[in-house]
């Protein structure tokens, strides 16, 4: 069972069933942001699950779900656009909210001649440097030192620009982690700390990556802020980001989110939870469901309607579909295209490996260095 | 023309491109109030500012990761290492991010970034503070590793390699800083990619990069003491390696040694033995030699230390059994 279990100092705003807790802190939302909140999630829910039916065919190779974790993804939502976001691979809500089209999502999970990364990285790897959200790194935790990075440079810059970091809970017992937080508090760098405490890093349960009570608690001994946030409350993570940002802006430095959640699913495609966790245990969390939550708010408040959910889902169905009707008329990236952006002029000795591959098609150079 | 130091012609460097660009900023561990754990970095606190010129926290991995993400959003960061060996607490940095985020991000994002400090043994300081690592990031694609061995060359690729949209290995020898050189007082710029040719020879083409520059230097007089012309060639940047350089010199004088501080198995000597089999084959009159530090990590007593790594007579033998003279 996992081993962290709801508490007090958990910020929530609304309760299991989606109503709003009294005495509490409310993000100032208006009713257009909160129907482009629940627009995104929904927009999550839908593709996750046609691109996992697409792996499971053998059309694509490999996709990574987030469900059950897609209000912790909102954290960017009081961002302004020349924030900085450094994530992980399972913030697709992120992606979304910025900008991301379903056209470059799907055309990067394929690897084709559109893919906006050219072919280069696995599924689920993005970059956008249009939505300042920038490459995702297959070794975990490299981003959150790259983060601090981009904070400090805003300093340096003289510009009040906030960087914010994805990271799961297993990726904390990193040293990027570490070295991370250690600077970012020394630094009072303008950055905020999103740890997405899924409950699981593969296999491994969140209690044997830390002795630690909360993940959260990290933060004091880097003297900066740690909250512990309800990450299936998509208000709380607004609110609670909210106040990380503008502690930043502000210039008082990092804070720490831990943004509790759970891992409903595999970690991956290629990953089977059934041989490490109880298959029951997702069961109590599916209770959780951050969109359940967040549309049971909605309708209390009037937002919410069975025809305007079937509406939108059948508009991200049908994006979706477009998106890979058209895909499937793409070819793949041209084979000289891996030749480029190694160095931002090509030396002499990548040329002549390119030139020889195009001369003797599908044979090596002999060692053309 | 004035003569310098190989430290103070780093120094004039970083003063120069931090002066001529504001993103440019360094950062590392002693970098500022200490003055740099080797005095590199004299004077730049006072001239730039803590703002610029950025005390660490000891953590490589740390750092090289913050260089990383400021590279990314726009700046220009010279990363210090105190020495090259604590780079391989930031080798992830270095190789998984640095080295590919160009190419990962299809050139949506570029990391302009110098990752730079001493490098190869020095004296007396044991085996984890004397490795001579360029092998080890010479053999990535998206870096490009420097080496320079005098102070004119220091001074003309560092200004260069800080201007360079690539990441950049700038390794400096920890024993010359103290060497001198003759550097201009006008700016100048050395390309990457492109060696020179450190002394004139016939005879046989002696290649080495770095310290090993000075040592092949010394052999070179020895060896001219009894007719023996060598030619020292100094690719001064290993990636990318100005390979017709070399070739063009072993096609003159029929005979290579290649003269390295590093480690023999996978040594970058035995690429470079590669591309000249590969494109002066017909020229060798014998077999290439390489000359390179025994295949043990660094010992600490004197004598074990000096017998480890290739000295003057070493390289002397070498080129007289390419010369059949040995």
């Known amino acids: ?369 | 023309m004035p003569v310098i130091s190989y430290r103070e012609a780093l120094n004039q460097a970083m003063v120069e491109e931090m002066d001529r660009d504001p993103d440019v900023f360094i950062m590392g561990e002693e970098v500022g109030h200490y003055q740099g754990a080797y005095k590199v970095t004299q004077g730049l606190l006072q001239r730039f500012s803590e703002r610029r010129v950025v005390d660490t926290p000891i953590a490589e991995m740390g750092f090289a990761g913050i260089g990383v993400g400021a590279a990314m959003v726009g700046l220009r960061p010279i990363i210090e290492f105190m020495t090259f060996n604590f780079s391989l607490v930031a080798i992830d940095q270095i190789v998984s991010n640095a080295a590919k985020i160009y190419q990962m991000s299809g050139g949506q994002f570029w990391v302009p970034i110098v990752f730079r400090g001493p490098s190869g043994p020095a004296v007396q300081v044991g085996s984890q503070h004397s490795q001579a690592l360029e092998s080890f990031y010479a053999h990535v694609p998206g870096l490009k590793v420097v080496m320079p061995s005098t102070a004119y060359d220091a001074k003309g690729l560092l200004k260069t390699a800080i201007r360079d949209d690539n990441p950049v290995v700038f390794m400096e020898g920890e024993t010359l800083y103290g060497t001198t050189w003759e550097v201009p007082e006008d700016e100048y710029l050395l390309p990457l990619g492109k060696g020179d040719i450190k002394r004139e020879g016939s005879h046989v083409t002696l290649v080495a990069w770095s310290k090993m520059v000075w040592t092949c230097l010394d052999a070179a007089k020895v060896l001219a003491e009894e007719g023996i012309e060598a030619e020292v060639v100094d690719p001064r940047t290993l990636r990318p390696l100005d390979t017709p350089l070399i070739v063009e010199s072993v096609k003159k004088t029929g005979r290579c040694v290649i003269v390295e501080v590093g480690w023999p198995h996978a040594g970058f000597g035995a690429e470079v033995a590669y591309q000249v089999q590969q494109h002066a084959l017909d020229f060798l009159d014998a077999p290439i030699e390489r000359v390179c530090s025994d295949d043990v990590p660094m010992p600490y007593a004197k004598n074990l230390e000096i017998e480890v790594q290739p000295q003057v007579e070493d390289v002397i033998a070498a080129v007289k059994r390419a010369l059949y003279l040995a």
């Open chain 1, 1 to 369: 069972m996992v081993a962290v279990q709801m508490q007090d100092d958990l910020r929530r705003v609304l309760d299991d069933e989606g109503k709003l807790l009294q005495g509490v802190k409310v993000p100032q939302l208006s009713e257009d942001t909160l129907g482009q909140i629940f627009d995104v999630m929904l927009m999550v829910r839908v593709m996750d699950d046609r691109m996992m039916r697409l792996q499971r065919q053998g059309r694509l190779g490999f996709y990574m779900k987030a469900i059950g974790e897609e209000a912790s993804h909102f954290a960017v939502a009081p961002l302004r656009p020349t924030d900085w976001v450094f994530p992980s691979y399972r913030e697709q809500g992120a992606w979304f909210w910025r900008g991301y089209t379903v056209t470059n999502f799907i055309n990067q999970l394929f690897g084709n001649e559109l893919d906006p990364v050219k072919g280069r990285q696995m599924p689920v790897h993005h970059t956008a440097r249009d939505l300042n959200l920038v490459s995702i790194s297959s070794p975990v935790g490299t981003q959150i030192p790259q983060a601090v990075g981009a904070a400090h440079a805003a300093k340096i810059m003289g510009k009040d620009d906030v960087a914010m970091t994805f990271f799961g809970e297993g990726t904390s017992s990193t040293g990027e982690f570490h070295v991370a937080m250690n600077f970012a508090g020394v630094y009072k760098a303008p950055v905020v700390f999103v740890c997405r405490n899924n409950g699981w890093a593969i296999s491994v349960a969140a209690n044997r990556q830390t002795a630690a009570k909360t993940f959260a608690s990290k933060a004091v001994g880097y003297g900066m802020p740690g909250i512990r946030v309800d990450g299936n409350d998509v208000l709380a993570m607004i609110q609670v980001s909210t106040e990380a940002i503008d502690r930043a802006r502000g210039g008082d430095g990092p804070t720490l989110i831990e943004a509790l959640t759970y891992r409903v699913q595999g970690h991956s495609s290629s990953d089977d939870p059934s041989v490490y966790r109880d298959p029951h245990e997702p069961d109590a969390w599916e209770k959780r469901d951050p969109l359940n939550r967040f549309r049971t708010y909605l309708k209390h408040i009037g937002l919410w309607s069975e025809e305007l959910e079937a509406g939108i889902t059948e508009r991200h169905n049908q994006a979706i579909s477009d998106a890979l009707a058209a895909a499937d008329k793409l070819g793949p990236p041209p084979i000289e295209s891996m030749f480029e952006e190694v160095y931002e002029e090509m030396p002499w000795h990548i040329a002549e490996q390119r030139d020889w591959l195009l001369r003797q098609a599908r044979t090596k150079s002999p060692h053309a260095h």
